[in-house]
């Protein structure tokens, strides 16, 4: 028999181990922003994830027969907004195909489970792995220090294993490395949280150009596998998670912004 879950069913699933409860000063709105018709009777058999909630990850969701769409970066972020322009078609896109979406920002980020970064810590195999790095009063990255000691290249290696390449590394630190500290997405400028650690390499996102220096004087070696490719890690883990234990079908939408 066809394995199915309502949305509600579904987001209390979610929640059970994600716990948006935890993080109330996260601006973004974790859990359902789209319902569907039924929140409590439509049964859900396919599950699509994606990174970004936009037009196209809704338009392909719905294409391959998903009824709901969980991503890492929703479409509601604390504040109002008219629905009209982009903001309309992405929404609109939702109703018409009755495709719902559930989106959880710092709970993936910071779970010690399926998050992105104690993910990249399981990647990298970072022992014994501990919280790290907070952000408006929440913790959200993790540190650890690595079986043996490689060299910066290496370390970019085991952060992608199926070759992409990071969109800077910057090898200002230690040539050997074993301490490594991780935050996934845009944060650049928490590269001082992993000096004040004694991190030997700081793994994140994006850097901007205001912080090349700041790394340079620090003498850190600093990894920014971008945005996107580091946020890849914990809706696919939350993907298999769900196959696992609840035996609905799932799909990852790939939709990378090299960024």
């Not at 719905?62 to 970066?73: I, M, R, T």
């Not at 001082?192 to 912080?211: M, S």
Request: charged share 25%; glycine share 10%; proline share 3%.
């Amino acid at each position: 028999m066809e394995k199915q879950m309502t949305l509600n069913e579904l987001d209390q699933y979610f929640n059970s181990y994600l716990k948006k409860e935890d993080f109330s000063s996260d601006i973004s709105l974790n859990g359902i922003q789209i319902s569907n018709s039924a929140p409590d009777t439509k049964q859900i058999t396919k599950v699509a994830f994606a990174v970004d909630a936009c037009e196209e990850t809704a338009r392909k969701a719905s294409e391959l027969g998903a009824q709901l769409l969980f991503v890492h970066h929703g479409l509601f972020w604390g504040h109002c907004q008219t629905i009209t322009g982009n903001h309309y078609k992405r929404i609109s896109t939702f109703i018409k195909n009755d495709l719902a979406l559930c989106a959880y920002h710092i709970p993936l980020d910071a779970n010690d489970q399926v998050g992105n970064n104690f993910g990249i810590a399981a990647r990298l195999g970072l022992q014994n792995p501990k919280p790290f790095g907070t952000w408006r009063g929440m913790t959200l990255g993790c540190y650890g220090e690595l079986k043996e000691e490689v060299e910066i290249d290496e370390l970019a290696k085991l952060l992608f294993p199926n070759g992409e390449k990071p969109a800077h590394v910057l090898p200002f630190g230690k040539k050997k490395i074993k301490k490594v500290a991780v935050i996934s997405g845009g944060a650049g400028d928490d590269f001082d949280q992993a000096v004040e650690i004694g991190a030997d390499a700081y793994i994140t996102g994006e850097i901007g150009h205001e912080e090349f220096h700041g790394i340079k004087e620090a003498g850190i070696n600093v990894i920014a596998g971008g945005h996107y490719q580091t946020e890849t890690v914990g809706v696919q883990l939350v993907a298999k998670k769900l196959k696992e234990e609840k035996g609905l079908e799932v799909v990852f939408i790939d939709i990378p912004t090299g960024l």
